[in-house]
């Protein structure tokens, strides 16, 4: 799919602005109560993204629901999608912004603007959401009247980030370089705690049945592209009361870097995008899967698990300017269900409960 090293970086840099949101919440009231959402980035750097929903039982795709809604489109590029509450919070990180939607029907609450390169949000409770952007901060979203009310500070290039107790963990990726640590922060007075070392790259975080958080670390480097200075991927468990490092998992080569890791419903297998298929991974074991569970033809671009149908969902952007696909298999035994047209760079999904 990538022919010449000058595509390869207008690739990578798509890369570095995608990533897959795969969390869940309560199902909504309304049209959207059977639906997965779709988050597709659109072209970069001009055009829009949008999200799209499919319906798990009619199989319809209903696309672009915010410019139906609200007439005018929700810019570029769409990088995530979580649901907090009735509302949903759409991060369009080229242009700096969140858009804030009633969920039953995505017309417009509010827009939350002066962001820098947002990445994702994530609801702590009814007055407090954060969001991480890539001026190595997480900003604090008064969500009573959708302002910023303070800036933490975090590592470089902060991505994904989970909640657990009292802490919030943050992967920092390095944004359009490398880094290798997870920001903690108090949620209480919302400082930052520590950054704990991991490997580099770090591009998902997990938590197990256990209730302990797992990081994917990709590595430095790019895929099919082997350079001097790669490191390996590493897979890190962390204990999130004492942020204590349980064990790693190092990958057995340089050359070959996942991402975008997910989880079951019973926090008992991770799974991740590997350039030879996508992978499985008990959060018991020690040793990684020579063989993939979903043998693919290309690495997929968006990975993420429905525990509402028992299904993986992977994206395949094409040529990064028509209409994605959206292939589910199931997560029992890995084989190929169905498969349909989303938008533009399909990068994301978000699941009900």
């Given at each position: 799919m990538k022919t010449t090293l000058s595509y390869f970086i207008l690739i990578?840099?798509?890369c570095l602005i995608i990533s897959c949101s795969k969390n869940t919440d309560d199902k909504p009231a309304g049209a959207w109560s059977n639906s997965v959402f779709i988050i597709n980035e659109g072209p970069f750097p001009t055009g829009t993204g949008t999200i799209s929903a499919f319906d798990r039982d009619s199989?319809?795709?209903t696309p672009d629901l915010f410019e139906t809604a609200n007439g005018r489109p929700l810019g570029n590029i769409v990088q995530?999608?979580?649901?907090?509450?009735?509302?949903?919070?759409?991060?369009?990180?080229?242009?700096?912004?969140?858009?804030?939607?009633?969920?039953?029907?995505?017309?417009?609450?509010?827009t939350i603007e002066n962001l820098t390169l947002p990445r994702y949000f994530i609801g702590f409770n009814e007055n407090k959401g954060y969001v991480s952007c890539w001026d190595s901060t997480v900003k604090v979203i008064?969500?009573?009247?959708?302002?910023?009310?303070?800036?933490?500070?975090?590592?470089?290039?902060?991505?994904?980030m989970i909640l657990v107790n009292d802490y919030l963990f943050v992967i920092n990726s390095g944004g359009f370089g490398v880094d290798s640590t997870v920001s903690v922060i108090s949620t209480d007075n919302d400082t930052p705690l520590v950054l704990l070392e991991v490997g580099h790259r770090p591009s998902g975080i997990q938590e197990d049945m256990n209730g302990n958080l797992w990081v994917l670390c990709s590595g430095r480097g790019w895929n099919f592209f082997p350079a001097p200075g790669d490191t390996p991927a590493e897979l890190v468990c962390i204990d999130p009361d004492s942020q204590e490092i349980l064990k790693t998992i190092i990958f057995p080569d340089t050359e070959n870097h996942p991402d975008n890791l997910t989880i079951n419903k019973n926090g008992m297998t991770l799974y991740y995008n590997h350039p030879n298929g996508i992978f499985d991974f008990p959060v018991t074991g020690f040793t990684l899967n020579s063989q993939p569970f979903i043998t693919g033809n290309a690495m997929f671009y968006a990975l993420g698990y429905d525990d509402e149908v028992n299904m993986i969902y992977a994206s395949d952007p094409l040529d990064y300017a028509q209409n994605g696909w959206i292939y589910r298999y199931n997560a029992g035994d890995g084989t190929p269900v169905d498969s349909f047209l989303a938008g533009i760079i399909p990068?994301?999904?978000w699941f009900f409960r």
């Amino acid at each position: 799919m990538k022919t010449t090293l000058s595509y390869f970086i207008l690739i990578s840099i798509f890369c570095l602005i995608i990533s897959c949101s795969k969390n869940t919440d309560d199902k909504p009231a309304g049209a959207w109560s059977n639906s997965v959402f779709i988050i597709n980035e659109g072209p970069f750097p001009t055009g829009t993204g949008t999200i799209s929903a499919f319906d798990r039982d009619s199989h319809v795709v209903t696309p672009d629901l915010f410019e139906t809604a609200n007439g005018r489109p929700l810019g570029n590029i769409v990088q995530s999608m979580t649901v907090h509450g009735d509302k949903a919070y759409i991060v369009v990180n080229n242009a700096n912004k969140i858009e804030v939607v009633n969920l039953d029907d995505f017309t417009s609450v509010a827009t939350i603007e002066n962001l820098t390169l947002p990445r994702y949000f994530i609801g702590f409770n009814e007055n407090k959401g954060y969001v991480s952007c890539w001026d190595s901060t997480v900003k604090v979203i008064n969500l009573a009247d959708y302002s910023i009310e303070s800036s933490i500070k975090t590592g470089t290039g902060p991505d994904e980030m989970i909640l657990v107790n009292d802490y919030l963990f943050v992967i920092n990726s390095g944004g359009f370089g490398v880094d290798s640590t997870v920001s903690v922060i108090s949620t209480d007075n919302d400082t930052p705690l520590v950054l704990l070392e991991v490997g580099h790259r770090p591009s998902g975080i997990q938590e197990d049945m256990n209730g302990n958080l797992w990081v994917l670390c990709s590595g430095r480097g790019w895929n099919f592209f082997p350079a001097p200075g790669d490191t390996p991927a590493e897979l890190v468990c962390i204990d999130p009361d004492s942020q204590e490092i349980l064990k790693t998992i190092i990958f057995p080569d340089t050359e070959n870097h996942p991402d975008n890791l997910t989880i079951n419903k019973n926090g008992m297998t991770l799974y991740y995008n590997h350039p030879n298929g996508i992978f499985d991974f008990p959060v018991t074991g020690f040793t990684l899967n020579s063989q993939p569970f979903i043998t693919g033809n290309a690495m997929f671009y968006a990975l993420g698990y429905d525990d509402e149908v028992n299904m993986i969902y992977a994206s395949d952007p094409l040529d990064y300017a028509q209409n994605g696909w959206i292939y589910r298999y199931n997560a029992g035994d890995g084989t190929p269900v169905d498969s349909f047209l989303a938008g533009i760079i399909p990068n994301g999904f978000w699941f009900f409960r």
